[in-house]
């Protein structure tokens, strides 16, 4: 199966930057994903990029694509107190019909 | 509602019971997900329902736990005789017309199941 790498926990301060890091290990999937799930929610998807793209800005959110190292990140720009969530990357493998998740990264803003 | 919704929002079991899961995706969408996720670890596959085709049941940890889709619509996951490990937080995902490269999955709040 795919083994899909983050690190658990990320502490901020509010107002600086968050960056969540992932690595992957299907070079050939098409598109990777960060999801948020907040506390007692469901997960939602923030953002996705396609493979062949390196960077992908919208608004405070900016996600980076390494494929020769299969690394991914996201990097929140004026972290919120809103922002406190787990982040999950996920890749597509061709073929597959799921994703594949990592184990989160629990991120925490403090004030 | 607008959302994939789930029943019930928490389910409290002794070892060895019978649960039911119940998933209602959002409307018109014919792809249907259901994942697991443990304390601590990542979400785990478990079953793939799209329109009338067979079920990937390729996640399926055991011959306990099992998965139907009426109508194309609804989707029950059973855990037949549950165990201790088997407590998670349960997860339902629909889309538009399945396959992740294309389509988004929605994901429900989920069921936290708990077996004593």
């Known amino acids: 199966g795919e083994d899909v790498e983050q690190s658990l926990f990320l502490s901020v301060r509010e107002g600086d930057s968050s960056v969540i890091n992932c690595t992957y290990t299907d070079s050939s999937s098409t598109y990777l994903y960060w999801y948020k799930q907040e506390p007692g929610a469901g997960l939602q998807l923030l953002t996705y990029i396609f493979s062949n793209m390196d960077m992908k800005q919208d608004q405070r959110l900016t996600v980076l694509l390494n494929k020769k190292d299969k690394h991914l990140s996201l990097r929140i720009a004026d972290t919120q107190t809103g922002d406190s969530a787990i982040y999950f990357c996920a890749e597509s493998p061709p073929g597959a019909n799921n994703l594949f998740f990592g184990t989160g990264t629990r991120l925490t803003v403090i004030p | 509602g607008a959302g994939v919704s789930q029943s019930p929002s928490n389910k409290v079991t002794e070892k060895g019971k019978d649960v039911e899961l119940r998933c209602d995706p959002i409307s018109g969408h014919t792809a249907l997900y259901w994942y697991r996720q443990s304390l601590g670890q990542g979400l785990e596959f478990l079953i793939y329902?799209?329109?009338?085709?067979?079920?990937?049941k390729s996640g399926l940890p055991s011959d306990r736990f099992s998965a139907e889709r009426t109508g194309g619509s609804v989707s029950t996951l059973t855990i037949q005789r549950t165990q201790q490990e088997d407590s998670a937080v349960y997860l339902c995902a629909s889309s538009l017309a399945g396959g992740p490269n294309t389509d988004t999955q929605y994901f429900g709040p989920g069921t936290r199941l708990t077996v004593l």
């Open positions: 329902f799209q329109g009338n085709s067979a079920p990937d």
